[in-house]
């Protein structure tokens, strides 16, 4: 993984930056993209202490993507289709990985091309594959690199995309599942709206999926 460079748009919130620790430990290059090229400086300062290894960068989202293998978007639904848009014809050559759940107030619902991810392939086109995944995690565990993780449900139309996203995914130490097309992922996304009462309902912050009966 030494080579291997991921942005992440709208890195700076909770999934994004959980997720620039986790990549660092097996040696990622991960470079944190935000609206505010000042504010991804900032919490790269912020996060550079809990890093074990890989290297840690903070720009525009813009700017983050240019030289990325993969790009993994980390928006609130409601900044989705407009960020997919303004990667449109930045991303060619590239893996999206998706993990936005489309939510309103905090209550799962389908937009209206199936998913979000859907959504950004839709967007996109052919010029980069989308891959569903990282939906179901807790963002505390993830970034926390001695905390064990959920599974993690991978969808999306392009087979290879996802067997390298899975193995993205198994490094960071969680088990990762071919979860099937992009037309299963309005399942996977919706689920994410059910971890959410159950952490709220049982006071946890670490709701999270296990497959059970699959090695
Ligand atoms: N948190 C979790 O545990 C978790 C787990 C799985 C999946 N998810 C999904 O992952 C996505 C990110 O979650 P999060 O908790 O990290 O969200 P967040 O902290 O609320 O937002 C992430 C970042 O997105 C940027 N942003 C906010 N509104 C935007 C807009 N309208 N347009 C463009 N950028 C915007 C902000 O960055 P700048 O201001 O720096 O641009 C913000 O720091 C969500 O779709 C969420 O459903 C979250």
Known sequence: MENLQVAIVGGTGNLGSALAVRLGAPGVRVIIGSRDEQ??????ETLKPKMRAGELEGTT??????????VVVAVPYEGHAQMVQDLKGQVAGKIII????????LRPFVPPA???LQEAQQILGDEAPAVGALHNISAVDLGDVESSLGDVLVCGDNPEAKEKVMD??????ARAFDAGPAYNAYVIEGLTGVII????KYKSKHGSVKITGIE
Do not use: C, E, H, M
């Open 197 to 200: 009462y159950l952490n709220r």
């Open 39 to 44: 504010k991804a400086r900032t919490v790269v």
């Open 98 to 105: 998706d993990a936005v759940v489309p939510l309103k107030k």
């Open 114 to 116: 199936g998913s979000a």
């Open 61 to 70: 989202n813009r700017q983050a993507v240019k030289d990325a293998d993969f």
């Open 168 to 173: 993205i995914i198994r490094r960071i130490g």
